[in-house]
């Protein structure tokens, strides 16, 4: 595993940034603010156990994505590789360990750590290689605009409260001058995005090693971005954060780990080859399992939004086969995978979702097709279901227990 990670972080060397395409072609850089809290309700994010002080009471970055006006991310063929230890040191451990922390990580003490000897759980990977910023960039702008975007008193001062949708809406506007977009999960407030313009490089700056086009100013966000907005109600919840044991669990309502095979025509087995870290064998693995399989999830143990997808899946009775990328007692390799997913649909996201041999995307993704009452008809001509359910309502979301209100108000 260190071998492949290093083995990667060395090829990346050797690739410079003149020789990207799409670099920074995106039409905003997206900023996603989380109230770590709400995430933390599915007891499914390893962070939950071992939060910060400053994460309890605080909005913290989930990262900085170059995105179209239509959500869309532009293609990238950059290799996808783990932050360098030189990035994290260059944008300080703990700032990121603060403003940036990462879910999947094991405990403080291995966060961000520059000289860690699992980075796979405990540093990430640098998944926007082609936005325009080089990564020790990239590290650093996540933290500034992460300080930038300041925490409205409103939200740690209404912890266990519904509170006025508008008024969270108002505190960013009035205090900041930021037109949000607010993403709640069944009435409890989760997320905020901001876009942001983007910078130009001098006209001197002619090779993109020089280059370093970053967010420039806050902007109202397009109609396809602010479509997304899921706060809908007169009110939303503020969850306050429930402490965890680790490892923390994945919700034990959710189907198991092991693979549970969708009915097909022609029921085959897959293969699985000698270990090996020949990425046209990995591949041509994965091609043939997301083929014989209807519906596949590869997905990672204390990965908060596989989680969801699980729930999702199970609430239409749908069966999946499953992949974690943690694996390391089976062929191909868990991380084999993964490096083979990134390859082939130039996405790095968790879970990484297939219905029908064809790449969905990840949980939001999902959910979105919910939304739109597109999931039970996918669902049913890949064969994961018996039959379609019945269409769901626009605004139906992944079954939850309901935030407690206080007012009596339920929202939409």
Request: charged share 20%; net charge negative.
């Amino acid at each position: 595993m260190i071998t492949l990670a290093l083995a990667a972080l060395a090829s990346a060397a050797f690739v410079h940034a003149e020789t990207i395409a799409n670099w920074g072609v995106q039409d905003y850089w997206v900023h996603t603010s989380t109230w770590t809290p709400e995430h933390c309700q599915c007891f499914c994010a390893r962070l939950c156990s071992h939060p910060t002080e400053f994460l309890k009471r605080n909005l913290v970055s989930s990262g900085l994505v170059p995105r179209n006006k239509d959500w869309t991310i532009p293609r990238c063929d950059a290799p996808i590789n783990l932050f360098s230890p030189d990035a994290i040191r260059a944008a300080g451990r703990d700032n990121l360990v603060k403003y940036f922390p990462l879910t999947m990580t094991r405990d403080l003490d291995h966060m961000w750590d520059p000289n860690a000897i699992d980075p796979i759980m405990d540093v990430t990977s640098f998944g926007y290689p082609c936005g325009g910023l080089h990564e020790a960039a990239y590290l650093k702008t996540v933290v500034q605009v992460a300080k930038y975007i300041k925490t409205p008193a409103l939200l740690p001062n209404s912890i266990g409260k519904n509170i006025s949708t508008k008024a969270i809406r108002d505190a960013f506007k009035k205090e900041q001058k930021l037109d949000v977009v607010l993403l709640c999960t069944n009435g409890a407030f989760a997320d905020v995005i901001t876009c942001w313009t983007k910078s130009k490089p001098h006209i001197y700056q002619q090779a993109q090693d020089d280059q370093e086009i970053a967010p420039l100013s806050p902007v109202t966000c397009p109609p396809a971005i602010k479509a997304l907005d899921t706060c809908t109600g007169k009110t939303s919840y503020i969850y306050d954060f429930i402490p965890t044991k680790a490892p923390t669990p994945v919700p034990t309502d959710t189907p198991t780990d092991d693979p549970t095979d969708g009915p097909t025509d022609t029921p085959t087995s897959t293969p699985t080859p000698a270990p090996t870290s020949d990425p046209a064998v990995v591949d041509a693995w994965v091609a043939k399992y997301t083929k014989e399989h209807g519906c596949v999830l590869f997905g990672e143990e204390g990965c908060e939004y596989c989680a969801k997808a699980k729930v999702l899946f199970k609430s239409k009775n749908a069966t999946y086969s499953y992949r974690g990328i943690d694996d390391t007692s089976s062929t191909p390799l868990g991380m084999e995978i993964y490096y083979s997913l990134v390859r082939t649909t130039h996405q790095d996201t968790l879970p990484n979702i297939w219905i029908g041999n064809k790449h969905i995307g990840g949980y939001d993704d999902l959910q979105a097709l919910q939304d739109k009452g597109q999931l039970d008809a996918l669902l049913s001509a890949a064969k994961c279901v018996g039959r379609p359910t019945l269409p769901p309502k626009p605004t139906s979301k992944v079954p939850r227990v309901p935030a407690p209100t206080d007012d009596g108000e339920e929202d939409d």
